[in-house]
C-alpha cells in the first residue's frame, strides 16, 4: 500500500492539498483499475492517480510533479485502443474526468468552450436544439472526452467530408510539462505564428495537458440519405467503395463491415443485417436537400453495378440512429465473440483495400485466429479486430506478431500504422519503419521544446530517444 | 486516501469469470455511469468495478473496505447494460459479488443493523411496515422537534415518507371484475413498500386494467419480490422469497402477472435466472415469462381510449429498472400521450437515476442527495406541474426532493393519470374510502 519511490509522502500531502485527499488515489486497489485503458495487451498500475477539478488545479499538480522529477500521464475517459494512458510504473495518472462542464456555447459564432473532460457526444447533444453539432464522431464518441480526441486527433466516420479533430480545434488552453499555463490560437481563424494548435493535436500527451478546448460548431446538414447495401463478396463492397470515390462523390460517411462483425451487431442491436452477407456498405449522403436524391441514386447505381445483392435506405431518424449505433458500437459488440480484442487502426491507399483485406484473411489463417473487419473504407482506414482469449498466453503471442504483420503490411503498400487511435505504447516499434532517423529527431526535437525532460506521457509515440528506458520495456502480457 | 482493513479470503468461483471476461474494456458504459459522472473516479465507474470484481476473483485483490466501498456505491441503476456493447451482464454479476461479499466480508455493526432492520425485519413486510409507519406519522411532529437528537438514518428514513396522513384505502379485494367484455384475466402483484405508502397506486392499476377489460385477482400468499435483498447480497433470501410467489400464483389461471413497480418488475424477470438450480426452476421461469409492467403489459393490449380530460404538463422519469433492468422506454410515455388534454414535455437525461435504488438513499445518503438535486433541477427546468413515474422508491425520492425545494409538483404513477382520464377521481371512485392525500406539492407539509 505505500506509494512507490518517487512519490513520498511529501509530494503526496502537496498533491492532496491542491486537489483535496479524497481526489489523490494511492495503493493497490486504488491505481489497480487504471493499468489499462481501451487496449488491454499491456497493463502497468501507475504510482498514483490524482483527479483534479479544475486548469489551475492541472497547473499546480504538474508544477509539483515537474519539480520531484516524476512522470505523470493525462487520461480522459480512459477509450484508447493504443494504450496512450498506460504510465510507466512510477507515474502519476492525471485523470481529467472531473472536468466535464461545457462552460459556453456560442452559436452566433460557432464556437464552443470546454474542458477536456467533456464526452464528445455531449457537445452535439447540447448544440442540437439549435441546429448545430461538433462534427468529428468517433465511434467512442458516447463515450470518449474531447481532451482526448485532441490528443489523438480522433477521427470517425464523418470526417470523410467533415475532416479529423485537428480541423476543429480552434484553440486550446495548454498546461506545459512544467507548469506553465499557455494559450494556443483562439476564437480567430488563421492567427499569426505557428500553428500550434494544430501540433498539438495528435501530440498523444506529450507536448503538455490541454485543460480548455475552443471547439468548432457547424450546422447540422439540411437533409440526409443512409443506404445500407449488403454483398456476397468483401470484393465487391470495396470496389464499390473506390467506383463511389472515383465517381466524384465526397458520402459524409462510406463504413464497411464484415461477415464477424455483423454477426456481432446482429445480437447486440437487432437492427435486421443478413447474417449470411459478406459485408455491408453503410453509406451516408448530405448536404442541401435539392439533389440528395440523385446523389443517393447514384451510389445505389454503383452498389447495384457491383452485385449489390440488396440496398435498404433509412425510412426514419430512428432506424438512422439504430444503423449507426450499430456502427459505432462495433467494436464493443465484438466481446460477444472472444474474451479480448485487439484493434488495429491501419491506413492503406483506397485502391489497395482488396489486397490488403486479402493479406489481412491471410495472416489471420497463419497465425489461427479470428480477424473481424470494421472500417471508414471511404479513406482507406481499416480496423482489423484480433479476437483471442487473453487467458492463453500462446493466442496472445500469436496476436502480437498478426498485429505486426499486418501494420507492416499497410507501410509496405504506401499506407501508415495509424488513422486516428495514434501511435500510443502500441506502436511505437513500427516509428522506424515508417519513418528516417532525421524524421524522427525533428519531431524529437520538438517534443523537446515541450517536453525536455520527458516527463509528461513519456513512452508514448517515439522509440528510446537517447536509451530512454521505459519504451524499450518488453510487452508485458496481461497476467494470466 | 485509501487504507484497507483486514482482508478475507474468497472462494475463487464466486463470480462467474465467463461473464467477467465479456467485458472488453471498452469504456463505453463509464459515461452512463451516475455515481462515475459525479466522481470521476474508475473505481466508481462500472468498468472499473468489474475490474475490482475480477481483481478479487483472480485473486489479485481482497474484499477490503475500500474495494467494498466502490460496489457498495454503485446505485445497480444498470445504466451501464444499456450502454455496453458487449452484453455484460452488469447487473447479475455485481449480485453475484455482493453475495460473496456477504458471504465473506465482516461489515461495520452499524450497516449490519441498519441492514438487518430495513431489509431483513421491515420493508419486506407491509404489515409491520405499516405498523411501525402509523406511529411515526401521527407523531411526525414531535419528531420532527425531536429531529437533532436522531440519527442519521433515522432522519432520512422519515424524510422520505409523503406528508400528511396516510392514505385510508382498504385493502384489495381478491378479484376485481372486468368491466364490460373480460378479455384478460390478470393477477396482480401488491408489493410490500408501495402497499403501505402508495396503496392508491394500487388501487389505480387494478381500476384502469378493469377498465381494460381485464379481471384483476389478487394472490393471498403472495410475498416481498426480494429485490432488496437480491441487491444487497442476501442471495439465499431472495430465493425463499421467489420460491413462495411462484407457489402463490395459479399461473394456468393468468395471463400475465402484473406489477406497477419498476423494481420489483425487473427482478420478478430475473426468477428462472434466480431459482435456475432450484427443484422450482422450471415453474420459476415460467412464471419469470409471464410478467409484465403495468404500462407494458397496457401498451400491448392496446388501451380503450380514455375520455376524460387531464389538464397537466407531464415530465416523465424513466425509473431505472424499467429503461435499462426491463427496456421499458416507450411504453408509459405511449399511454401518458393517450391521455387528452395531458402534454408530455421530455425531461432532460430522464434516464439517469434520481439517486433511490431501494435503500440507497439511507445507505449512501451523499451520493443519493447529489443525484436527486440534480434530478430536480432537470425537472424544474422543464416546467411540468407533474412528474410521472412507474416506481414506488422513485416516486418517494422525487417527491422528497420536490418538497425539500418548495417545488410544486405533483408526482404521480402514470397509471394514477390513466385512472384520471378513465375518471376515477382521486378522491373517491378508486376505492371506496380513499382520502386523497396529495404527494410532493404540498411544500413544506
Ligand atoms: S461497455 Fe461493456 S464491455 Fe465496455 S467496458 Fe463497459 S462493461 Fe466492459
Ligand atoms: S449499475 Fe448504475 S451505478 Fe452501478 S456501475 Fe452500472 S451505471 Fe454505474
Known sequence: ?480 | MAGGKAAQTVPQAAIPMDQLLRCVHCGLCTSACPTYLELGNEADSPRGRLYLMRAVAEGRLEWTADVVGHLDLCLECRACETACPAGVPYGQLLEAARADIARTYRRPWRERLLLALLRDMLFPYPGRLAAALRPVRSLRGALKRLAGLLPGDVRRMLALLPPGAPSACPPLPSVIPAQGLRRYRVALLTGCVAQVLFPEVNWATARVLAANGCEVVVPARQGCCGALHLHSGAREAARAFARRNVAAFDLDDVDAVITNAAGCGSTLKEYGHLLQDDAAASQAARFAGKVRDVAEFLAGIGIVPPAQPVHRVVAYHDACHLAHGQGIRSEPRQLLRAIPGLRLVELPGADHCCGSAGLYNILQPAMAARLLEKKIAAIASTGADTVATGNPGCLMQIAKGLRERGLAVDVRHPVELLAEAYGFSRAGDLSTGDDSSTRGARAGA
Not at chain 1, 512507490?4 to 491505481?31: K, M, Q
Not at chain 1, 447495401?229 to 467506383?243: C, E, H, L
Request: charge should be negative; charged fraction near 20%; aromatic fraction near 4%.
Open chain 1, 1 to 480: 500500500m505505500r506509494p512507490r519511490a518517487g512519490l513520498d509522502g511529501r509530494v503526496l500531502a502537496r498533491l492532496a492539498e491542491i486537489v483535496g485527499p479524497e481526489h489523490v488515489l494511492v495503493g493497490n486497489s486504488a491505481t489497480l483499475v487504471y493499468e489499462c485503458d481501451g487496449f488491454t495487451l499491456e497493463r502497468q498500475a501507475p504510482a498514483a492517480a490524482v483527479l483534479p477539478g479544475s486548469a489551475a488545479e492541472v497547473a499546480q499538480v504538474v508544477r509539483v510533479l515537474h519539480a520531484a522529477g516524476i512522470p505523470f500521464v493525462p487520461r480522459g475517459a480512459g477509450t484508447s485502443l493504443s494504450g496512450t494512458t498506460i504510465p510507466p510504473h512510477d507515474a502519476v495518472i492525471i485523470s481529467l474526468a472531473r472536468m466535464n462542464r461545457i462552460l459556453h456555447l456560442d452559436f452566433r459564432n460557432r464556437r464552443a468552450v470546454v474542458e477536456p473532460g467533456v464526452v464528445n457526444a455531449w457537445i452535439s447533444r447540447e448544440a442540437a436544439p439549435r441546429g448545430y453539432l461538433y462534427a468529428p464522431d468517433p465511434s467512442s464518441q458516447a463515450a470518449c472526452t474531447i481532451g482526448g480526441n485532441v490528443g489523438t486527433n480522433a477521427g470517425g466516420p464523418h470526417t470523410l467530408k467533415y475532416g479529423v479533430t485537428v480541423n476543429h480545434i480552434l484553440g486550446v488552453e495548454l498546461v506545459l510539462p512544467d507548469g506553465q499555463v499557455v494559450e494556443l490560437g483562439g476564437p480567430v481563424e488563421d492567427l499569426p505564428g505557428y500553428d500550434l494548435v494544430g501540433l498539438v493535436t495528435g501530440s498523444e500527451g506529450t507536448l503538455g495537458i490541454v485543460t480548455k478546448i475552443v471547439v468548432r460548431l457547424v450546422r447540422e446538414p439540411e437533409g440526409c440519405r443512409t443506404l445500407l447495401a449488403v454483398f456476397d463478396s468483401v470484393d465487391d463492397a470495396t470496389r464499390t467503395v473506390s467506383g463511389i470515390i472515383e465517381q466524384g462523390i465526397i458520402p459524409a460517411a462510406l463504413e464497411m463491415m464484415d461477415n464477424l462483425v455483423i454477426q456481432a451487431v446482429e445480437e447486440a442491436f437487432g437492427f435486421g443485417f443478413p447474417l449470411d452477407a459478406a459485408a455491408v456498405l453503410i453509406i451516408e449522403v448530405d448536404g442541401l436537400e435539392v439533389g440528395l436524391d440523385e446523389q443517393a441514386e447514384a451510389c445505389a447505381a454503383i452498389c447495384r453495378a457491383n452485385r449489390a445483392r440488396e440496398l435498404r435506405t433509412a425510412a426514419t431518424e430512428e432506424e438512422r440512429r439504430l444503423l449507426w449505433m450499430s456502427r459505432k458500437k462495433a467494436f464493443g459488440a465484438l466481446g460477444r465473440l472472444a474474451p479480448s480484442y485487439v484493434t488495429q487502426d491501419g491506413v492503406v491507399p483506397r485502391t489497395r483495400l482488396p489486397e490488403m483485406l486479402a493479406l489481412t484473411a491471410e495472416i489471420g489463417r497463419k497465425y489461427g485466429l479470428r480477424i473481424a473487419n470494421v472500417f471508414h473504407a471511404g479513406d482507406g482506414n481499416i480496423h482489423p479486430i484480433l479476437l483471442y482469449d487473453e487467458r492463453n498466453p500462446d493466442e496472445v503471442r500469436r496476436v502480437i506478431q498478426a498485429s505486426d504483420e499486418i501494420l507492416s503490411a499497410c507501410i509496405d503498400m504506401g499506407g501508415s500504422i495509424t488513422g486516428e487511435h495514434g501511435v500510443g505504447i502500441e506502436k511505437v516499434s513500427h516509428m522506424r519503419r515508417m519513418f528516417s532517423e532525421a524524421d524522427l529527431a525533428a519531431m524529437l526535437d520538438v517534443r523537446a521544446v515541450f517536453n525536455p525532460r520527458g516527463l509528461c506521457n513519456p513512452g508514448k509515440i517515439f522509440p528510446s530517444p537517447g536509451g530512454c528506458v521505459e519504451v524499450q520495456r518488453p510487452r508485458r502480457p496481461a497476467p494470466a
